[in-house]
């Protein structure tokens, strides 16, 4: 059998994170998580709201590893992971919420762009967006951490880097959604919430 992929990061995040999406997500139902690397955060945050139905997604390489821990927890409200590649084709289901944690500085911008302006039509009105991970703050890195994990990213990868808050915040108007939260979590990152205007 295959080893279940492990992030350490993924690991230590998850207590902080879950104390913010129970309150959030408290009268959610359906939460689609884009980008779930590994399945960790999956497996954890569906067992511990057993209201919610948690479906993951992520590109199809990453479906093997994200089964196994699905498997594992064998979950009524965790199903099987759907491809999904932000550039490709999207879910025809509709959720009332969207999770996605250290997503957006892997991505290229573009690909940033085009989640964006595709998650309503994977949304019901007045639906939650919350994204997990480092963030700029008027141009600037919250921390020298955050600027030298920059630099390793852009050394990985040219159309990698920290997104600034701004540039997220417009791309998300643009799409409908008004921030409403923004915590500051640890190791520098921030966990941002939008929600989706009435139409």
Known sequence: MSEKP??????????PILTVLREWFADRTRVL???????????YFAAA??????QCSDRAEYLSGIRLW????ALPNAPSPL????????????YDAVFSANTLHIMAWHEVEH?????PSVMTDNAYVAIYGPFNINGRFTSESNASFDRDLKMRGAHMGIRDATDVDALASKAGFD????????A?????LWKRRRM
């Open 6 to 15: 492990f992030s350490p990061a993924s690991e230590r995040n998850r207590g």
């Open 33 to 43: 998580e884009i980008g779930s690397g590994t399945g960790q955060h999956a497996a």
């Open 49 to 54: 709201m057993p209201q919610l139905l948690w």
């Open 70 to 73: 699905l498997d594992e927890a």
């Open 83 to 94: 491809p999904l590649n932000v550039m490709g084709n999207w879910p025809t289901e509709r």
């Open 115 to 119: 989640m964006f302006a595709k998650l």
């Open 179 to 186: 921030l409403v939260d923004d915590v500051a979590m640890p």
């Open 188 to 192: 520098n990152n921030r966990l941002r």
